[in-house]
């Protein structure tokens, strides 16, 4: 037995040498290798050996298990020695010291074989312990800045489900940390911006680097194609349709200017807009560039129906309130699923929640002209927080019906659904017995008389005539519900019906 430092120092491969194996260790570095396991197999086909690399316990971490050599082993992983050298009962063994990622530190290659190791074989054992070296501080780099990268994702998620809830206090404070600055602010803008799934997460990065890091850009938990950005600058909207025209089927929506407190409001506009893009050549729209029918009502009247609606709500403590407001809020803009992926909760606890705002309110969210009501109401009530009042001693809260009664609001729902008419399919028709049935096409289909296949194609052939996207619940779909009520073409919600169970 001999135990020796064989640390390398410099090995001359002349041209006219034996370089080939060079040639083979230096291609385990190439993208398409840099793989330990591949390494170290190489290593013992090149010598005819066994070769194995474990670690500081003596697990093994690549090849196959080595002969007995326990003592010389852990002299290595000690550091008295860098190598060792040991033959007897036929075999020859050469092992030698690879530093190892944390934490462990150090571990062993050992190779053996029956004939004597040569200059040739020890320059190559002690070149492959040099590589193996590098692909695991490699590996080691790799892990960290994925890992890096995923706390990152995760945090700037934490951060939007905060904005979605209105605590902006406690949002500003978690992205102060590692965007000082970004959340400093009143107002900002959200756009989505889709693509395909597996795109997703390169243009992700594209959207942070346009952007140059003064965007929330988020990874959207509710849908595999979207990537959120919420952002404070003017400049952002010009930003990000620069990548419109290098990212062939993508889109992007964007809504109006918002107080930050609104960030849940300004998502579900963005995604309305995301609807109108796909039917543009410029794959752009902006949620602002449409006419919006709360905006036509009497705003006195719109305030106190809103407050009157939603009073029972106010014996809540503040915190509850707003988080059962906001929850509605998204829980009607999509999906239950969707918005317990957006909020970071399960959907079992939005529902909980939507059925305890339905039970406060004693109305029944089932139909669609009650939920596009308290839609309306939900983004009102929003709209005037700061400057809402008790209005017990106030005006008297019109009916529902009244404040869609104004001519200016007739005139955009005439508009609106005369598009309708110009298609010979009688879209208008399908459209208000589909929404008088809950949105459910089986439902609406037997009762014109059709297959709910061919009510589900006239909803979505409604949708590019409208700009308006109707098979998803949200703002598009609730503001044409808003304009068949003001049309008398659907009945006026009762919105005092409690759901039955309650």
């Not at 291609?27 to 330990?36: A, I, T």
């Amino acid at each position: 037995m001999a135990g020796r430092d064989e640390r390398y120092h410099g090995t001359d491969v002349t041209p006219g040498g034996d370089a080939a194996w060079a040639e083979e260790l230096l291609d385990q570095l190439r993208p398409s290798g840099r793989d330990v396991r591949k390494v170290v197999d190489w290593l013992a086909g090149t010598l005819g050996a066994t070769a194995s690399l474990q670690d500081d316990t003596g697990a093994l971490l690549a090849g196959l298990p080595p002969p007995p050599a326990d003592h010389l082993a852990a002299d290595i992983v000690a550091g008295r020695i860098a190598s060792a050298a040991w033959e007897g009962r036929g075999q020859h063994l050469r092992l030698v010291r690879v530093t190892l990622p944390r934490p462990a530190s150090a571990g062993v290659l050992v190779v053996a074989r029956t004939a004597p190791f040569d200059r040739r074989a020890s320059d190559i054992v002690t070149h492959t312990a040099a590589v193996l070296e590098l692909l695991l501080r490699a590996r080691e780099t790799t892990a960290t800045g994925r890992r890096l990268k995923r706390a990152t994702s995760d945090l700037r998620l934490a951060i939007l489900q905060l904005l979605m809830v209105e605590d902006t206090v406690a949002a500003r404070r978690v992205a102060a940390g590692l965007w000082p600055g970004l959340l400093d602010t009143d107002t900002a803008c959200v756009y989505v911006v889709e693509s395909s799934p597996d795109e997703r997460d390169r243009l992700a990065e594209a959207c942070v680097d346009v952007t140059a890091e003064q965007a929330l850009v988020v990874r959207c938990p509710a849908m595999d194609g979207h990537v959120i950005v919420v952002t404070p600058r003017d400049s952002a909207a010009a930003e990000l349709r620069s990548l419109l025209d290098r990212n062939p089927h993508t889109f992007l929506g964007g809504s109006t200017r918002q107080a930050l407190a609104r960030t849940a409001t300004a998502y579900g506009q963005a995604v309305s807009a995301l609807a109108v893009a796909r039917f543009r050549p410029g794959k752009a729209a902006v949620y602002a560039e449409r006419t919006h029918p709360e905006r036509l009502m009497d705003p006195d009247a719109l305030r106190t129906w809103t407050t009157r609606l939603l009073r029972p709500l106010d014996t809540l403590p503040h915190h509850t309130r707003a988080e059962l407001l906001a929850t509605t809020r998204l829980g009607l803009e999509f999906t239950a699923v969707s918005a317990a992926k957006v909020l970071g909760v399960s959907r079992n606890t939005v529902r909980a929640r939507m059925e305890r705002v339905e039970s406060l309110l004693g109305t029944d969210f089932s139909g669609l002209t009650v939920r596009a009501a308290v839609h309306l109401a939900l983004n009102t009530q929003v709209g005037f927080m700061e400057q809402a009042t008790d209005t017990a001693d106030g005006p008297a809260a019109v009916p529902f019906d009244e404040l869609l009664a104004g001519p200016a609001l007739r005139t955009w729902a005439d508009a609106l659904l005369g598009r309708l008419d110009t298609d010979g399919r009688d879209l208008r028709r399908t459209l208000r017995a589909w929404i008088a049935a809950g949105g459910n096409a089986e439902r609406a289909a037997q009762q014109l008389g059709v297959h709910a296949q061919t009510v589900r194609e006239h909803v979505r052939g409604a949708e590019p005539v409208l700009e308006r996207q109707l098979l998803a619940a949200g703002s598009d779909l609730y503001e044409v519900v808003l304009a068949h009520l003001t049309t008398g073409d659907l009945e006026h919600p009762d919105l005092h019906r409690e759901k039955p169970g309650h």
